[in-house]
């Protein structure tokens, strides 16, 4: 079992930066690679960032890519989501999800064995 938890989340005007932290425990956290997901209103959850277990690779998709940097610390069994120039279409619930095995790669939701809660980001205009 994997227990996350995201903070950072909050309300924000277009242009500024936030940085999303998903503190996790249970199983070995260099296990897996993680992702982090938007759910935006209406809209169907989606990864935007993964990162490799190692740390070495990442992917982002190309509403984000420039933008959003993902990176974990396997010391402190974190990982973060450094968004910077936030726009209004960037608003959602954004859920940091653990996939077991090495890569970063687009991450289905179905591929998703574990879960955090999610943070609200809200980016005003």
């Known amino acids: 079992q994997v227990q996350l938890v995201e903070s950072g989340g909050g309300l924000v005007h277009t242009g500024d930066s936030l940085r999303l932290s998903c503190a996790t425990s249970?199983?070995?956290?260099?296990?897996?690679?993680l992702c982090w997901f938007r759910q935006a209103p209406g809209r169907e959850r989606e990864c935007v960032a993964s990162?490799?277990?190692?740390?070495?690779?990442?992917y982002y998709a190309d509403s984000v890519s420039g933008r959003f940097t993902i990176s974990r610390d396997n010391a402190k069994n974190t990982v973060y989501l450094q968004m910077n120039s936030l726009k209004p279409e960037h608003t959602g619930v954004y859920y940091c999800?653990?996939?077991?095995?090495?890569?970063?790669?687009?991450?289905?939701?179905?591929?998703?064995?574990?879960w955090g809660q999610g943070t609200q980001v809200t980016v005003s205009s």
């Open positions: 999800a653990a996939r077991s095995g090495p890569h970063a790669t687009y991450v289905y939701t179905t591929w998703v064995d574990y």
């Open positions: 990162v490799s277990s190692s740390g070495r690779d990442t």
């Open positions: 249970g199983r070995t956290f260099s296990d897996y690679a």
